[in-house]
């Protein structure tokens, strides 16, 4: 144990640790513990981390959690550590995570409220979980139910199902499913429909006993014990109902945001109607009983319509409108009795005021008088030994006895209303078992508990007890099956707490008998108690606060009781004067209600009280002989012998348990408190069955699953043959301490936790060997890509070296070679630019020196003279500068010398007296004067340089004076000349003049003339540009139309072969829903013909009459119209053989004209919608070949209109690009010579073309006019709808023409030869496209003339080979043939007259089909005359030519008979027998005949052809009662034999075989053209020649449709076991999937062992199917359409199971569906059959399984899904997600958020919210026309067959 735990409780190891907010945490250990540990080091999921301290004395290591793979299971006792936290964990992963409600824990389906509708509860989940085995499926109610019906049946013991919890866990509604359910696949055993009466109780007992409560809108205020009876077929027949605990005090109080019952607050909601305008009822509001919880409304609740659904109920109870309206009445005056306000007189009495309308009313609706009423609801009568006094009643004490009044007369109200429930719910038919569903409240425990809760809790407690007992019952029974040592398992046993409360002495006992003390109290009581319990009972204690309460240790919490109230509500008293007044009421309903009432009432023990939850006990038995002292039972007496009754009854039964959780109190939908969840599990009993499971061995599991599971931790030497022996060998080494297993006979059982540590031991091994495969395979991978690596790189290198070196050898030549060449070149190179260089040199030296010395003699030149001129200047500029500067200084000197003097003179004054001063005054004196002195020494100097510029200037200054002389002498000598030339220059002058003003004139003419040519040339450019820019848009325009040309094309096709597809679609799914349509009916009219078989064989057997012999019944008539004439004939002519079956045919004829009259009418709709599908067909293909033929001769026209187009624009184009080259060679020859003047011969060109253009523009101006003109009178002949539009372009035209401008005549002219060409061709397209319609319909027209004159010919010459009354009916059937393809004429040419021909069409059509029909008669009539006088005349000796001659020769030609030549050796392929060999033949041929006999020996369809042959000589002869018979008998001996073996795969195999090929053999030798077209000549000469069988065919064709149905419901019978078994659940690839641990509740194993089966089974099974119908001689279509069919089954019921089914959902699961569904399309393969359909229906499987393989992760992941699962409901998807589970520790479960995605993701799609497929639904069947080539005169009848007595013709 110790290495045990030392070896679980290592670091990451994930344990559960209590905590206040969650009840149990999750935590991780984060150090080994090791044994002596004071604490656990761990840390929880937000990463926090503690220590946990251990008890020191307990050493409580804290529970451990499971393995993530045992997470979220089915039921809780798989788990391998059962204790509550993992309880409680896994409860909350399904519920919130999984959407999961339902769980088992062993036997106890626990049950949780979501608080949301779900789609789980349909008639599909029923079919799906009806017959499965209660573990095979996931947990649902329904399978409670049917493990309960399931074992109703097998047991033959009576069932129960315990349904509890708290208010608003849902007991009501699982009760309601459960009934459900039964209903439902039980059915009822008479027409009384009891199933319906069953479940329309629950509308009534919901609106009279549930109400609104803070914890359920629609809580059951009272427990139920229905039980649903079943007769010896195990369908319902009755129930019976048991009401206990009814809520009386609801009545009158209710809690806030509570509400009364629901049937007030209906009837206030419906107050307005009529019936119940005398109850005087207005808002609920208005009344005290129904306004104190202050919620009157329940959301989304309308009480109106919920009082109609009760009236509806209670009308199909047999509770007619006058009691209902009763019973309504009685409520009502409850509710005015309510409102009667009573008044205190004074304190020790009270009184009603007189007229009190409310207690009026009340009167009024009772019948009582007002005056007793009112007088006794204020007083009550004491009575003692002597005297009777009556006392008045304080107001407080009136009041009350007026509550107490309102609920006693609710109480018996609902105690009648349960009455005449269960007399309307019971039958005459003997019951032989049940099926109790009992609804009953839940441990309770509030703040304040009284003696409600007391009787709740004590109810609890029995049950309780029952429960532990059952559930260690069959642990028992498990181990003693099993053969392990049973030890004793210590339980709970609650039998003291029972005890302390109802033995004797008990707490019960003495409430009892405090009750009779005259002072008894409710302090008494307790002290009683006190001294009684307190110190002999551990379980009842007393608290320390209070001496008037008292608690009780429960088996699920302790509860405290106050004492207040217990003695007065034990009572339950109503003042009998009260009762006295309303039993002399004179209303009748109410005397019925009181009828049992004696003088001392404690009606049905029910509490009084003002308040608080009361309860009343269960109704008292009415069968039952009561006295007086019966009656003054206390309440609680009472419901302990009602609880005695109950534990009886359900002692038993067999139990079945429901345990319903409330999730939340605010009624959230799927949110999870755990804190209340764990409260109602220990007070439910679901952790009691856990500790019980988790005392002994809760795991179990097989050898063969434990040996799959476990077989990684087993070596090689340790596998053995006997795998018994083997598990044995390896857990006696895995697992140390031997008493934690058992080895029982079948299975291993493991004490809890062992399951765990085999999973670690596991999964350790598993993370080991992929440690070691991956490090492995991660070496080999390195190794080989090093060594890849290696050569490559070695390779490389050799190639790169050697490519190198070559390289090297290379370059080291070029090398050497380039350096001796650049030595020579450099040399070369260097010499001539040494060269170079040398002569450049030299001569730039030479310029530069020449240069710089030029330069630098101009600078020095420049600088010579620029010093001279400085020189000056600056001497000027000095002198200036002086002179100003001198002038202000001599000033400024002046200034401030005159200012200093000024100063001196005063410094002087005052300083004259000093003789220093005259010193300082001499010394400063002498310092300035030889200063001055030196200042005119330099003056002077200054003064004779001066001088000496001034004579160097006066001497410059002579000389320039002489030079300016000699100038002006010669200057003058010059002027003297110019005077004399003065004349000479006016005359050039004018001159000049006159030439200036020629240049001026030539200039402006030149001007003139390059401004023309200019504008010309920019004219001519820019008409080029627009012509280009036109011809390029018409380049454009051309491309737009080619292109929207060839899109419409497109687009045309398209749409019309998207339009062909559609309608093509949509004529198929009609057609298939007509037929799957017809074919329901068909299968409708079986089932009631089989009733009908059924009633009358039930009515034979009552009546005790014996049946004469074999007859044909009314049942088997044919529903076709014609067949139903000839057996009413056939039973005219054996009217004289029936005279013993007239009691049995009268019982149901008017059912049966019924019948037949309904299926008439469907064969006529159905033969109306088929002739109307075939015109419709008809229609069709004519209009696509009229729109193919109009779209290609529409293809053509624009063809050639676009070459035509094309055409004209390139001449066009030509045209102008030839005038455009003219005019630029025009304007460039002679461009230098002024061409462009007027008169040259550009301009002339230019003029040309211009007048030209006008002139043709004219032209065209007035070809436009008029080709406008007529089109526009066209298209108003033509199109009548666009006449305004078409008038109103010639005018705007026409307008355009007027407003044409010189400038814009050339564009005009080009738009109006376009328009008028488009125009023209539309023109000519128009005319084309009449004239090719015309000529279309004429020839048309000339062949259906042709054909129809050949088909006249044709059936002239045929008519005149068939006998007299055969050309009637074959000319009446040409008329009608001509008729209908008149009408389908006009409906293709004009669909709206097409109605009204329709209709004539119609009447002549029945007009015809009246006489065809007297005719008919007529020719029957004669027939049987003739019949008449040729037997007589047999008789007087003319026998001998009756043979030869048919009837309608002798009517015609009586007195000449025609002999019929005919060789008798050449068999024509016909038999003859006589008449009374009809029998033998049906007998020997179908009834006798044994399908494999003829199957493995004979030809296929031998007996088809047979009857057919057979139905040729009775043609042949034209003995039409002959082949009338014959069709009847073998159509009702096929009837019979699938009646007699329908569950014989070979025999409804054989018979559809040969009824298809006896159905073809009529259509091949009918003589129609359409079904002769594959004959032979031979086989043509061997069609009927006198009877159209075209009605029979039908009814033939109907009778296979029923034996098509029969074969596939044959086929699923066999197949259906084997579906779930090979496709889920056996390992094809072993070794995949492994076993997943599992619970109690599961198969035996998951592994193939003999007797399961297989995939193989599966594939032998279809082959076995297949190998049978070919050896039949199926047609090959038909065989694809029943193999579509097989595997649409196989595929539905794998994908239901999958979807319903845990378990089934995960990784490797998905990879054995796919591998099983690859080796199904193999065997389609293998067969031919990959083309019919048949994979395609496993779609939705493939797609399932390959949802469970695909990641689900990621948003990309999602998209994956979404594109991927189209052939998967949204609802279907997210079951899958949420139903997927890890089946190893590697796996990961579906995020919550990612199935929000995909949920967001398939919003938008439109589909039905189904969950499950329709397992069965059958495809509508078609049987194609299938001809034989086997010739009839080569068959050869075996002997074997015993048919000696037929002859060959």
């Known amino acids: 144990m110790n290495r045990e735990l030392e070896y679980m409780f290592v670091q990451s190891a994930r344990v559960w640790i209590p905590d206040a907010e969650e009840v149990w945490k999750s935590a991780e250990l984060t150090k080994d513990y090791k044994n002596g540990d004071a604490s656990l080091q761990l840390m929880l999921e937000d990463g926090t981390s503690i220590d946990h301290k251990l008890d020191p004395k307990m050493k409580n290591l804290p529970y451990l959690r499971n393995p993530d793979i045992l997470v979220g299971e089915n039921d809780l006792t798989a788990l391998s550590y059962l204790h509550e936290p993992a309880v409680l964990h896994n409860l909350k992963v399904r519920f919130i995570d999984s959407k999961l409600i339902y769980t ?43 493990e309960a019906y399931k074992q109703m049946a097998r047991d033959e013991r009576n069932q129960s199902i315990i349904v509890s919890g708290e208010s608003g866990a849902g007991k009501t509604v699982s009760a309601k499913y459960a009934m459900r359910y039964f209903a439902t696949v039980s059915g009822s055993a008479s027409e009384a429909n009891i199933e319906e009466k069953v479940l329309a109780s629950n509308p009534i007992m919901e609106a009279i006993g549930n109400a609104k409560t803070t914890r359920n809108d629609n809580s059951s205020r009272f427990g139920k014990y229905i039980e649903i009876g079943f007769d010896n077929r195990y369908r319902i027949i009755g129930a019976n109902m048991r009401t206990y605990l009814l809520e009386k005090s609801r009545v009158v109080f209710q809690a806030d945001e509570e509400r009364n019952y629901h049937i007030f607050y209906q009837l206030c909601a419906s107050a307005n109607l009529s019936e119940f305008k005398n109850l005087r009822l207005s808002s609920a509001n208005d009344f005290l009983y129904t306004r104190q919880g202050r919620s009157p409304v329940i959301e989304g609740v309308d009480d109106a319509k919920e009082l109609c659904t009760t009236r509806h109920a209670f009308t199909l109870l047999g509770i007619n409108e006058s009691y209902q309206i009763g019973l309504f009445q009685v409520l009502a005056a409850i509710l005015h009795l309510g409102n009667v306000e009573i008044k205190d007189r004074d304190s020790d009495s009270s009184i009603i005021a007189p007229n009190n309308r ?23 009568k004491l009575k003692t030994a002597t005297e009777t006094y009556i006392k008045p009643l304080p107001r407080l004490q009136a009041t009350n006895a007026r509550d107490a009044l309102s609920k006693h007369i609710y109480a018996k109200l609902f105690n009648w209303i349960v009455e005449h429930v269960n007399k309307a719910l019971v039958t005459n038919v003997k019951q032989h078992s049940f099926i109790g ?214 002692n038993a039964t067999t139990p079945h348990y429901v345990r319903c959780i409330k999730p939340n109190d605010f009624k959230l939908a799927f949110s999870f408190d755990p804190k209340r969840a764990v409260q109602q599990l220990r007070a439910c009993g679901v952790l009691e069955t856990i500790r019980i499971s988790a005392a002994g061995f809760p795991s179990r599991w097989t050898y063969q699953e434990f040996f799959s599971r476990y077989r990684v931790l087993m070596k090689q030497k340790d596998v053995l043959h006997d795998k018994k022996l083997t598990c044995k060998n390896v857990l006696e080494k895995l697992v140390q301490d031997q008493d934690k297993y058992q080895f029982g006979k079948t299975k291993i059982f493991f004490r809890a936790g062992q399951v765990a540590y085999l999973e670690k031991l596991r999964a350790d091994k598993l993370r080991a060997a992929c440690i070691r495969i991956q490090k492995t395979i991660r070496c080999w991978l390195a190794r080989k890509k090093f060594l890849r690596q290696r050569a490559a790189a070695i390779t490389i290198q050799r190639f790169t070296r050697g490519y190198q070196a070559r390289c090297l050898a290379k370059f080291m030549r070029r090398t050497q070679a380039a350096t001796v060449i650049q030595k020579y070149q450099r040399m070369c190179v260097e010499r001539k630019r040494y060269r170079q260089k040398q002569a450049a040199a ?11 010395a030029r330069q630098k003699y101009q600078a020095l030149l420049r600088e010579h003279k620029a010093i001279i001129i400085q020189k000056h200047v600056r001497g000027w500029l000095a002198r200036c500068w002086y002179k100003r500067c001198l002038e202000a200084i001599v000033y400024l000197q002046c200034c401030i010398r005159r200012m200093r003097a000024k100063r001196e003179l005063k410094k002087l004054k005052i300083e004259a007296r000093s003789v220093e001063h005259f010193k300082k005054l001499n010394k400063g004196m002498e310092n300035k004067i030889m200063q001055l002195q030196r200042k005119i020494d330099e003056q002077h100097k200054d003064n004779r340089l001066i001088s000496e510029k001034l004579v160097t200037l006066e001497s410059s200054y002579a000389s320039e004076s002489e030079r300016m002389r000699r100038e002006l002498s010669r200057l003058r000598g010059a002027e003297e000349d110019a005077k004399n030339k003065a004349n000479q220059v006016s005359s050039l002058l004018e001159e000049l003049e006159r030439l200036k003003k020629e240049l001026s004139v030539t200039q402006q003419e030149k001007t003139t003339i390059e401004d ?23 380049k454009k325009e051309k491309d737009d139309l080619n292109r929207r040309i060839q899109e419409q094309g497109q687009q045309m096709t398209e749409k019309m072969t998207r339009a062909i597809a559609q309608e093509t679609q949509q004529l198929e799914t009609d057609l298939n829903e007509e037929r799957s349509r017809y074919q329901n009916l068909l299968t409708e009219h079986l089932r009631l013909e089989e009733k009908y078989e059924d009633l009358k064989e039930e009515f034979a057997h009552s009546s005790n009459v014996s049946k004469p012999g074999h007859r044909r019944t009314d049942s088997t008539h044919s529903s076709n119209e014609s067949e139903y004439t000839y057996n009413s004939e056939y039973a005219e002519s054996e009217e004289g053989h029936r005279a013993g079956d007239d009691v049995t045919r009268g019982m149901d004829t008017s059912l049966t004209l019924k019948l037949q009259k309904r299926v008439t009418e469907l064969e006529q709709e159905k033969q109306s919608l088929r002739n109307e599908l075939e015109n419709k067909e008809d229609q069709f293909q004519r209009a696509r070949a009229r729109d193919d033929a109009q779209f290609r001769k529409a293809r053509g026209a624009e063809l050639e209109y676009e070459s035509l187009k094309r055409q004209e624009l390139e001449s066009e184009n030509k045209k102008l690009r030839h005038d455009l080259a003219e005019m630029r060679q025009s304007l460039l020859a002679d461009a230098a010579t002024g061409a462009g003047a007027p008169g040259s011969p550009a301009y002339k060109v230019l003029l040309d073309q211009l007048n030209a253009s006008c002139e043709e523009l004219e032209v065209r101006k007035e070809e436009v006019l008029i080709l406008r003109s007529q089109l526009v009178s066209q298209k108003e002949a033509l199109h009548h709808k666009d006449e305004k539009e078409t008038m109103t372009e010639p005018s705007v035209f026409a307008q355009d023409v007027n407003k044409l401008k010189d400038t814009d005549e050339l564009k005009q002219a080009y738009i109006g030869l376009k328009d008028t060409n488009r125009l023209l061709e539309q023109q000519l397209q128009t005319q084309r496209r009449t004239y090719d319609s015309e000529v279309e319909s004429l020839r048309g027209e000339l062949q259906n003339v042709k054909e129809e004159n050949n088909r006249q010919q044709q059936l002239l010459a045929q008519n005149l080979q068939l006998p007299p009354e055969a050309r009637i009916e074959a000319s009446l059937q040409h008329e009608i043939t001509r008729l209908t393809n008149e009408n389908l004429e006009i409906m293709a040419d004009d669909p709206t007259a097409s109605r009204e021909a329709r209709v004539i069409i119609l009447r002549r059509m029945v007009d015809l089909m009246e006489q065809l029909e007297k005719q008919d008669r007529t020719i029957r009539k004669l027939k049987k005359q003739l019949k008449v006088y040729s037997k007589r005349i047999g008789e007087m000796g003319a026998g001998q030519t009756e043979g030869q001659t048919s009837p309608g020769q002798m009517v015609e030609e009586p007195i000449h008979p025609v002999n019929i030549p005919r060789r008798e050796k050449d068999f024509q392929g016909m038999l003859e027998y006589k008449k009374e060999d009809e029998m033998k033949l049906v007998k020997n041929l179908i009834l006798e005949l044994k399908p494999r006999g003829v199957a493995v020996n004979l030809i296929p369809g031998l007996p088809a052809y047979i009857l057919f042959m057979c139905l040729r000589h009775a043609d042949y002869v034209n003995d039409d009662q002959k082949v009338r018979t014959l069709l009847t008998s073998t159509i009702n001996s096929i009837k019979k034999i699938l009646k007699k073996r329908g569950d014989d795969f070979e025999t409804v195999s054989f018979w559809l075989a040969n009824t298809c090929r006896f159905l073809h053999c009529l259509k091949q030798y009918s003589g129609e053209q359409a079904f002769m077209k594959h004959n032979s000549v031979r086989q043509n000469e061997h069609c009927l020649s006198n009877f159209d069988l075209a009605e029979y065919r039908q009814v033939i064709s109907d009778l296979a449709i029923q034996i098509y149905q029969q074969l596939v419901k044959c086929m699923e019978n066999i197949l259906q076991p084997m579906i779930v078994c090979g496709m889920l659940e056996h390992e094809t690839i072993q070794g995949v999937s492994g076993v997943k641990p599992t619970g109690l509740r599961k ?13 193989d089974s599966i594939v032998r099974q279809l082959s076995a199917f297949h190998s049978t119908v070919c050896q039949h001689g199926t047609d090959p279509e038909l065989i694809k359409q029943v193999v579509k069919q097989l595997f649409y089954i196989i595929g539905a019921v794998t994908l239901n199971n999958l979807l319903l089914r845990k378990d089934m959902c995960s990784w490797s699961k998905g990879m054995q569906i796919r591998y099983n569904v690859s080796q199904l399309e193999e065997w389609l393969r293998d067969k031919g059959l990959m083309n019919c359909g048949a994979k395609e229906t496993l779609e939705p499987l493939i797609q399932a399984a390959q949802l469970l393989q695909v990641k689900k992760k990621t948003d990309e992941d999602a998209e994956a899904i979404c594109t991927m699962c189209h052939a998967l409901t949204t609802a279907q998807i997210v079951k899958v997600l949420n139903l997927y589970t890890p089946v190893n520790e590697f796996e990961e479960r579906v995020s919550v958020a ?56």
């Open 104 to 146: 088992y824990c062993g036997i106890v389906l626990v049950a949780i409220n979501p608080y949301e509708t779900l789609p789980i509860y349909g008639s599909e989940i029923i079919n799906a979980y009806s017959g499965q085995n209660m573990g095979d499926m996931d947990p649902h109610i329904f399978a409670v139910a049917e």
């Open 358 to 380: 409310h207690l009026t009313a009340f009167c009024e609706l009772v019948g009582v008088t007002y005056q007793d009423m009112s007088h006794w609801l204020c007083h009550r």
């Open 437 to 650: 569903v009992l609804d009953i409240y839940g441990f309770e425990t509030f703040e304040i508990n009284s003696f409600e809760q007391f009787c709740i809790n004590y109810a609890n407690e029995k049950l309780q007890q029952q429960f532990n007992m059952h559930v260690f019952k069959l642990e028992q029974e498990e181990y003693m099956k099993e053969q392990i040592p049973w030890t004793l398992i210590d339980f709970y046993d609650n039998q003291p707490c029972i005890n302390l409360i109802e033995a004797k002495m008990g707490i019960l006992d003495l409430l009892d008998e405090e009750c009779k003390m005259p002072k008894g109290s409710d302090d008494s009581w307790a002290q009683k108690l006190y001294n009684t319990h307190l110190k002999t009972c551990s379980l009842f204690e007393k608290p320390r606060m209070s001496n008037r309460a008292f608690i009780i240790q429960h088996f699920a919490d302790k509860v405290e009781y106050q004492c207040e109230g217990f003695l007065e509500k034990n009572k339950d008293t109503v003042n009998e004067e009260q009762i006295n007044v309303l039993k002399a009421s004179k209303f009748d309903l109410l005397v019925e209600l009181f009828q049992d009432e004696e003088k001392a009432t404690t009606p049905t023990g029910q509490v009084p009280g003002t308040g608080g939850r009361t309860r009343l006990s269960i109704k008292p038995d009415k069968g039952r002989d009561k006295s007086s002292k019966e009656h003054k039972k206390t309440v609680g007496c009472q419901f302990r012998n009602s609880l005695q009754m109950l534990m009886e009854t359900l």
């Open 842 to 852: 030299l001569a730039m030296q030479t310029i530069l020196r020449a240069y710089m």
């Open 1012 to 1034: 023309w040519a200019h504008k010309y040339r920019d004219e001519m450019e820019k008409m080029v540009s627009e012509l280009k820019d036109q011809n390029g848009l018409l």
């Open 1643 to 1655: 198969r035996t194993s998951s592994i193939a062992d003999e007797g399961t089966y297989t995939l």
């Open 1794 to 1849: 990612f199935i929000r995605t995909i949920q967001t993701r398939l919003r938008d799609r439109f589909e039905s919210p189904q969950l499950l497929m329709d397992t069965k639904m059958i495809y509508p069947v078609t049987f194609p026309f299938n001809p034989s080539s086997l010739a009839l005169e080569t068959i050869q009848i075996p002997t074997s067959l015993n048919l000696g007595f037929l002859t060959r013709v």
